[in-house]
């Protein structure tokens, strides 16, 4: 049973800094990780990914504001966001796709809000 489980969510305000974290129960290294995230009424997208050896994509909506990153003995990805915006408010999900097949999995998501 793979789990994905994030934390780090939370409110804050316009300019401010969060970090989530998702730990995962896979062969981590196999595995490309990425953080999607789904405001009220929108679909989901994709925010940022990281593949096991390090290959990094982002949104051009958070490129310079957000960063990804892995640790591969803790099977942790993680997701630095910096000057957060009022329209970053959404679910964000961690989810992680087994290189080269469909299998994907999905957390649970944690709540961002960035309000005055």
């Known amino acids: 049973q793979v789990q994905l489980v994030e934390s780090g969510g939370g409110l804050v305000q316009p300019g401010g800094s969060l970090r989530l974290s998702c730990a995962a129960s896979v062969v981590f290294r196999l595995y490309e990780m990425g953080w999607y995230r789904q405001a009220p009424g929108k679909q989901r997208e994709l925010v940022a990914a990281i593949t096991g050896s390090g290959s990094i994509k982002y949104a051009e909506s958070v490129k310079g504001r957000f960063t990804i990153s892995r640790d591969n003995i803790k099977k942790t990805v993680y997701l630095q966001m910096n000057s957060l915006k009022p329209e970053d408010t959404a679910v964000y999900y961690c989810?992680?796709?087994?290189?080269?097949?469909?299998?994907?999995?999905w957390g649970q998501g944690t709540q961002v809000t960035v309000s005055t």
């Open positions: 989810n992680a796709h087994l290189g080269g097949s469909s299998l994907y999995y």
